[in-house]
């Protein structure tokens, strides 16, 4: 029987994190450390400079464990910024080695390897991630084990004065996996 995978994002404090099921929802970035913000902390359009969302973690989970392993873990997205002119994403992939790789989003700070420590490499725009030419994540569950593995992909929406105000499209990203 294959295993059942979830996709969870993390938010709280590190000790004790709350793992927020997404895996078939729509979960927004905005300027709050909730998964489900709704609209009412929308990232602003500064008159100048930028403005940028909390980050956001995401990591997957096995909820059923696996007849044999998981593991080959990548992520992507579509290749193309559908958010507009002015609306950017980056994303990196934290380890989940020593360090634990989660950390709490905070208010406006750059997601930069000096300010999450657990990023591995600094930062790259998501669209540059494709299925072509996915984002390879660490990590990997074997039987008869269950619960979170992987490393995390955290990622951080910037706007810039030039954005449209309202709601930007929605996009799709993927957690992609083999098992044996």
């Known amino acids: ?11 709280g404090t590190a000790g004790a994190p709350t793992k927020t099921n997404v895996t078939s929802a729509t979960t927004r970035v905005s300027q709050s450390d ?3 913000p709704g609209t009412g902390t929308p990232i602003p359009i500064p008159p100048s400079g930028e403005s ?9 989970s096995c909820d059923v464990t696996p007849a044999g392993t998981i593991d080959n873990l990548k992520w992507y997205s579509d290749g193309t910024n559908n958010f507009g002119t002015g609306v950017s994403m980056d994303g ?4 989940t080695g020593a360090d634990a790789g989660y950390r709490q989003a905070t208010a406006d700070t750059d997601l930069s390897q000096a300010n999450h420590t657990g990023l591995d490499a600094a930062p790259a725009s998501v669209f540059g991630y494709t299925s072509g030419s996915p984002k390879v994540l660490g990590g990997s569950i074997a039987n008869p084990s269950t619960g979170d593995f992987g490393d995390f992909f955290v990622l951080q929406m910037t706007v810039v004065s030039t954005a449209s105000p309202g709601v930007t499209p929605s996009e799709t ?3 992609q996996f083999d098992e044996t």
């Open 1 to 11: 029987m294959p295993a059942t995978v979830t996709v969870r994002r993390w938010t």
């Open 52 to 60: 940028r969302s909390w980050w956001a973690s995401f990591r997957l």
């Open 34 to 36: 909730n998964p489900t």
């Open 173 to 175: 990203f993927t957690f």
């Open 92 to 95: 990196a992939d934290a380890s």
